[in-house]
């Protein structure tokens, strides 16, 4: 009977231990939110040609310098492309909003409550020296990027607590941090680096030495500061994995280095490169005008997308005193005439932006609903009552009165504010200090903006100084928040996550290289953004989202420019490419050079 009793305790204690731990499934892809779109056996995802043709160079263009090899710390600019060389556990598909599949990582395996994650990598997978990856490569990685590479990988992978080994090739994550549904994900994005190469090395210093790396390509060849080469490895060991298939098609890749974008684009129609992305509207309606381009050498071509556009926008720096009231940001928001700007700098090509998630359901419209309310209630008082009861919309010129009206408002709140006019400058009451600031600017380009944005300010009594500096000095200084006013791009994903700490965390307000380039310290955004992390589901990761845009955007942080919903290309005739472009990117990885339309192109080229 003792026996009996003994061995239904025993049979008890198992049936209970089993129930309080959650199931474990093993995968080769996993989902922010709801099932993968790709199964266990998929060829290769819909967007890529499985059959498409290797071989060729391509010839692209970077903007300024580079000075370093390693993209994965604060120090020094990094080589463009230099991406290619390395690779990370998971990769994603462009046409999902958040799904990660297996790269370097055979399987993800994970609970339920995905409270941790562990990898199994691949046994094929191989360093260019023919080294295999390692679980001890992983460990180190997680290690070197939270100790010394750059700020946004400390505050990324802040809650990857440990990565232990627990078996020959399998690596398990443990978290930290609370609830986070996401982490699985982001452990899965660590560039994993070779824990051989870089022991006796200090990865915190710039370094020209071509790296070690497992991706599909390796550095060939470069001029410091004016190209880089990279070429295809040829025993590439993923080049037939099905995320692979169809991509990295290129035997050579050059990127050469221009002084700035006016110099590039004349370059690009020279025929000194063959494919460019377009982000200046003047240039895309009246630049590309030639004999070659009249002749069908090169193309521009519009492609559409469902991406989200982001934030673009004139940044404040709120940590100077001058823009730490709400009611002066949103007095020099009245000074942007974008109504004047789109339609005589844009040829009416953009639509304005009035959302941090714009171009995507994530952005908030209307007034807030009531999966929203049960958000931003208990935070009343503490957020502006506009959140509750107004839509956001930026500052128009299309209404009565337009700019003068406009500029009124402007003098209005900045009289709130404690700002008054003397002599025709605008001083504040109390310390009698001149309204002054610097417009910091990376590219020529944008000067055509700024500068009737300035006259605007001049009006209001404001004295605007606009500097243009090159790419190094530009990002030093943002490194260390020494700006007044920027423009940003602050871009985002559908499926919004710990990175939204480094957008607009206090702890990334004050770590020099972070993103938080407003500097807001600010605990209920805080609050929101963890509540954004840690969404359960879909549902409420979009009414979380909403509720962080709402409250963003009522805070004044930034004057919203524009967004246009299509990707603007021009390239020289002799590329293929497949028929279906993914929903949320360009994938350029996926063209090829067409060996027939190359040899018409030099045909044509020789009749000049």
Known sequence: MRAIIAAVAAFTLLASTAAAEPRVTAAHGVAMHGDAKYGPDFAHFDYADPNAPKGGSVRLAAIGTFDTFNPYTLKGVA???????????????????????????????????RSWVAFTLRAEARW?????????????????????GHPFYRAYFANLAEA??????????????????????????????????????????????????????????????????????????????????????????????????TVALEAFKAGEYDFRQENVSKNWATAYESPALRRGLFKQEEIRHQRPTGMQAFVFNTRRPLFADARVRRALAHAFDFEWTNKNLFYGQYARTESYFSNSELASTGL?????????????????????????????????????????????????????????????????QAFEFEILLVQPTFERIVLPFVRNLERLGITVRVRTVDPSQYQNRLDAFDFDMVVSSIGQSLSPGNEQRDFWSAASADTPGGRNLIGIKDPVVDALVDM??????????????????????????????????????????????PETTPKYGLCFVCWWVDSAKAATLEAERGKR
């Open 79 to 113: 080589a463009a492309g230099i991406g290619t060389v390395f690779e990370t556990l998971t990769t994603h598909a462009l046409d999902e909003a958040f799904s990660e599949y297996g790269l370097l990582a055979e399987t993800i395996e994970m609970p339920e409550d």
């Open 128 to 148: 260019h020296d023919g080294k295999p990856v390692t679980p001890e490569d992983v460990i180190f990685s997680l290690k070197v990027l939270k100790t010394d």
């Open 164 to 261: 232990e080994k627990t078996g020959p090739r399998t690596v398990r994550f443990t978290f930290s941090g609370g609830e986070n549904r996401e982490l699985p994900l982001i452990a899965g994005q660590l560039p994993i680096l070779p824990r051989h190469y870089w022991e006796g090395r200090d990865f915190t210093k710039t370094t020209l030495d071509p790296p070690l790396g497992s991706g599909p390509y390796r550095v060939r060849d470069f001029e410091p500061g004016r190209s880089v080469t990279y070429e295809r490895v040829k025993d590439y060991w993923g080049a037939d994995l099905p995320v692979n298939r169809g991509t990295n098609n290129f035997d050579v890749i050059r990127y050469d280095y221009y002084r700035d974008t």
């Open 368 to 432: 807030p609903g009531p999966e929203e309310l049960k958000i931003l209630e208990p935070f009343r008082g503490r957020i502006p009552d506009q959140v509750f009861t107004g839509e956001y919309h930026p500052p128009s010129t299309g209404g009565p009165g337009g700019l003068r009206a406009n500029l009124r408002r402007a003098v209005e709140l900045l009289k709130e504010a404690g700002w008054a006019f003397k002599e025709r400058r605008l001083v504040h009451g109390e310390t009698g």
């Open 532 to 577: 954004v992390i840690a969404a359960p589901d879909r549902d409420s990761l979009i009414h979380r989202t909403r509720a962080l845009d709402r409250v963003l955007l009522w805070g004044h942080y930034v004057i919203p420019h524009w967004h246009i919903r299509s990707f603007r290309v021009a390239y020289w005739d002799l590329f293929g490419r």
